[in-house]
């Protein structure tokens, strides 16, 4: 990936005080990414001196200038949840039939919850689904039905990390008839112990190309003694079967290097959350020499943008 030459796109200093808690904010990181009515979209998490997450919006005419609107996202329906939320975050974009669905981690006591929300207009938000059985994280929506089937990729949290963080090596598919209830299908890939992704999770929404699915997501190497460090990678996925891994890159395409990405509040993080794709052709494919751009967490401080194409990520990963 070729990092965005004014790197961070977006760091606290462009998020609008919204009194009387979203004020003088801590840090912006971790953006859902969409291209939508003509406008590149962010929805951004945003983290207050309260240590409090909001999600904001971010829009942008070239991918690269984002302006953030002065207002905080609500999620109508979010109050009939029967558990306590305390964060809403890591939100991932998915279109599907005019809908843009966003599937958000919610961090309830002692779990983390999968939740789905959708929008028509970037402006109302309403809850669909809120998956209390899991303790998930990383969850993404394929941008197409299979059958009468919606799928989608999810992390199982199960390993519990120094610091109590828990996280997990497991990416799995996931399906459903009416995207309320979520049934486990197979795991589909497995974190490589002693490699650059040890511990793993989804990244964006996977993009559909003529050799697969392609799916950025990120590893985590947790052998060094200082740090985890997060690192990004990608997966190519069958496009009828999905579950079906046709190749996996061996080495990470993006890795901290840059001082923001090294230093912040959690350093040595990039963590791509947001895809978007240039062109895709009339049958819904990504162009092979299409630009992928792809937004990302920096140390959970600041978002920054790389480049990449759809030939470029497809060659990475390794049959
Ligand atoms: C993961 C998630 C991400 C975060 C990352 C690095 O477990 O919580 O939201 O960016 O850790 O702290």
Request: charged share 25%; glycine share 8%; aromatic share 10%.
């Amino acid at each position: 990936m070729n990092r965005f030459a004014a790197n961070p796109i977006l760091t606290r200093a462009d998020i609008p005080d919204v009194p009387p808690h979203v004020v003088d904010v801590t840090s912006v990181f971790n953006p859902g990414a969409i291209f939508w009515n003509g406008h590149y979209l962010l929805l951004l998490r945003v983290q207050t001196r309260g240590r409090e997450t909001v999600l904001m919006v971010a829009e942008s005419d070239d991918g690269e200038d984002f302006r953030v609107r002065p207002r905080i996202v609500q999620i109508e329906g979010v109050e009939s949840v029967s558990e306590t939320i305390y964060h809403v975050y890591d939100p991932r974009l998915t279109l599907i039939d005019g809908t843009i669905y966003v599937v958000f981690a919610a961090d309830v006591d002692g779990a983390c919850r999968l939740g789905i929300a959708q929008t028509k207009d970037f402006d109302h938000f309403e809850l669909v689904s809120f998956s209390t059985e899991q303790d998930t994280r990383n969850g993404v929506l394929f941008p197409e039905r299979f059958g009468d089937r919606f799928l989608r990729l999810e992390r199982p949290n199960r390993v519990r990390l120094e610091g109590g963080v828990t996280t997990g090596s497991e990416i799995i598919l996931a399906e459903s008839a009416d995207l309320q209830t979520w049934k486990p299908v197979c795991p589909i890939m497995s974190g490589r112990l002693h490699y650059w992704d040890e511990l793993i999770g989804s990244g964006p929404p996977p993009i559909k190309t003529r050799a697969g699915w392609l799916h950025i997501y990120h590893g985590i190497a947790t052998h060094f003694a200082a740090a985890n460090i997060y690192q990004a990678g990608v997966v190519l996925l069958d496009l009828d079967d999905p579950s079906r891994v046709l190749g996996r890159s061996r080495n990470n395409i993006l890795e901290p290097r840059e001082l923001y990405e090294l230093v912040g509040q959690v350093p040595n993080v990039v963590f791509p959350s947001g895809a978007i794709v240039e062109e895709y052709d009339e049958e819904g494919f990504a162009g092979e020499d299409s630009l992928v751009r792809i937004y990302y967490g920096a140390a959970d401080t600041v978002v920054g943008l790389a480049t990449s194409t759809v030939s470029e990520l497809t060659a990475a990963c390794e049959r």
